[in-house]
């Protein structure tokens, strides 16, 4: 079927699978003592790689590594309450919360660090570019937890603006900082619609490799991008609740706003798709509250809203990731996550190089 439709089977059908070999790993869940007799992405206690998961969400990045199978989780951190009910409910365990509050020096060892983390302006960006410029900002919770525990590797996530945030300074100051503290680092920007999931959403992509324990650190490549066709209609569902649809007077008004932000020259406004459609606009942690709406067709009614699960899709979540929130808690995780599919890509590469290492 569609190449979309084979993304989601084939990442279910590799949970399934795996499930049995991987249940003996969850009678005892490290992490804050939880016990959960079943989860749908069960952790992977003899994987060759341990990793943590920084500023983890709902697990997007990790989703991206678990379907490797090559990694075993032995820490996380978040603090939103939400998302740490979702990511509960997908991986049996509770994240530790504030990580400015937990001592790195606790955290356990391991290979491969993963995050995001939000975009701000360092104080002193442009100036020394050192690994002091960035306290006071959650770059330095990262920065310093990898100073400290010094794994092999790392992938970090941001918005595309990172690169020209505060002039340029601030992504400057990230990059110098991981340098100096001898990571090997490589960057770049993937859209998530040249994975095979219909989003244009454009993320950049940090990856480091300690010069001083990868010895193979320079063969690293980013994955290339394979540039299917992809089309809304894969991610939609074939029935939706009335609820969804917009009311006359909401439909109005949005239009009345498309109008007046398009008079004034700027791109805001909603966006109208169908089933044909290429891909939608990216999906925000904000969606339906900042005027850039994802909305859909429909014969003979207004247009509606995405469901959940087509957020979901959107991203490139499977369909058997649990979603025990609220529509408009879930709108907000699905859009502050990532794109799994492109997580997935370059997990695989940086998995690669570490298996060479191995050797």
Sequence with gaps: MKKLVKI??????????????????????????????????PNNK??????????????????????????????????????????????????YGDITKIDAKSIPDHDILVGGFPCQAFSQAGKRLGFDDTRGTLFFEIARIIS????????????????????????????????????????????AKDFGIPQNRERIYIVGFDTNTVSNY????????DYSKTCVGDI???TVDDKYTISNALWQG???RKLAHIEKGNGFGYSLFNKDSA????????????????????????????????AARLQGFPENFIIPVSDTQSYKQFGNSVAVPVIYAIAKEIIKILDINLK
């Design 254 to 256: 949005h239009q009345k």
């Design 236 to 238: 939609l569902e074939n």
């Design 148 to 191: 400290e525990k010094r794994p092999k590797t790392f992938l970090l996530e941001n918005v595309r603006n990172l690169k020209t945030h505060n002039k340029g300074k601030t992504f400057k100051t990230i990059i110098s900082t991981l340098q100096k503290l001898n990571y090997c680092i490589y960057t770049t920007t993937f859209k």
């Design 46 to 95: 003899d994987a060759r790689y341990k990793m943590i998961d920084l500023f983890a969400g709902i697990g997007g990045i990790r989703l991206g590594f678990y379907k490797t199978e090559a990694v075993n989780v032995v820490f996380s951190s978040e603090i939103d309450k939400f998302a740490i009910k979702t990511y509960k409910a997908n991986f049996g365990e509770i994240p």
């Design 218 to 225: 320079n063969d690293f490549t980013f994955p290339t991008p």
């Design 279 to 310: 891909y939608t606009n990216t999906i925000s942690a904000r969606y339906y509250k900042d005027g850039s709406e994802i909305l859909i067709e429909q014969e003979n009614k207004n247009p509606r809203k995405i469901t959940p699960r087509e």
């Design 8 to 41: 989601f089977k084939d990442f279910k059908a590799e949970s399934s699978t795996s499930k049995l070999k991987k249940q003996k790993s969850l009678t005892k869940i490290n992490l804050n003592k939880y016990y959960q007799t079943f989860v749908p992405f």
